[in-house]
């Protein structure tokens, strides 16, 4: 017949891995470095994070659209936005430079053919 006292080490031993593992596991499910502290700082820094890749997707709409103006080929709308954008204006123009500080004679003044480059 089955001696139970004889098994009874063994099951003890058994239910003693089996705890060790299940230990291990748990650990690691919550404290690993994919576990459920890394989430939730991971959460965190991307709450953190959010405006700045707000901003980010903004300014990247507001190139892509600039990109598919000037590749419109439209040669008005590319002398417009470099004349509001970068200051330049057609060689043929004239500009009027208007400062808070005297002008001395030797600056030369040009008057403005265009109204939207008077900046």
Same mark, same amino acid.
Request: glycine share 4%; charged share 30%.
């Given at each position: !017949?089955?001696?139970?006292?004889? /098994?009874? =080490?063994?099951?003890?031993?058994?239910?003693? *891995?089996? @705890?060790?593992? $299940?230990?291990?596991?748990?650990?690691?499910?919550? !404290? /690993?470095?994919?576990? $459920?502290?890394?989430?939730?700082?991971?959460?965190?820094?991307?709450? &953190?994070?959010? =405006?700045? #890749?707000?901003?980010?997707?903004?300014? &990247?709409?507001? $190139?892509?659209?600039? +990109?598919?103006? $000037?590749?419109?080929?439209?040669?008005?709308?590319?002398?417009?936005?470099? #004349?509001? *954008?970068? /200051?330049?204006? =057609? #060689?043929? @123009? &004239?500009? #009027? +430079?208007?400062? @808070?500080?005297? *002008? @001395?004679?030797?600056?030369?003044?040009?008057?403005?053919?265009? =109204?939207?480059?008077?900046?």
């Amino acid at each position: !017949m089955y001696d139970r006292r004889k /098994g009874r =080490p063994q099951q003890i031993l058994v239910s003693l *891995v089996c @705890s060790c593992a $299940l230990a291990y596991f748990a650990y690691h499910a919550v !404290m /690993g470095k994919r576990g $459920l502290e890394a989430r939730s700082r991971l959460i965190e820094r991307s709450r &953190r994070l959010e =405006p700045e #890749i707000d901003r980010l997707e903004a300014a &990247r709409a507001r $190139l892509e659209h600039d +990109v598919r103006l $000037l590749n419109a080929r439209d040669g008005d709308l590319i002398a417009e936005l470099a #004349i509001e *954008v970068l /200051g330049f204006t =057609p #060689i043929d @123009s &004239r500009v #009027i +430079v208007s400062s @808070s500080e005297p *002008v @001395s004679s030797s600056e030369a003044v040009r008057v403005l053919d265009h =109204p939207q480059a008077s900046h």
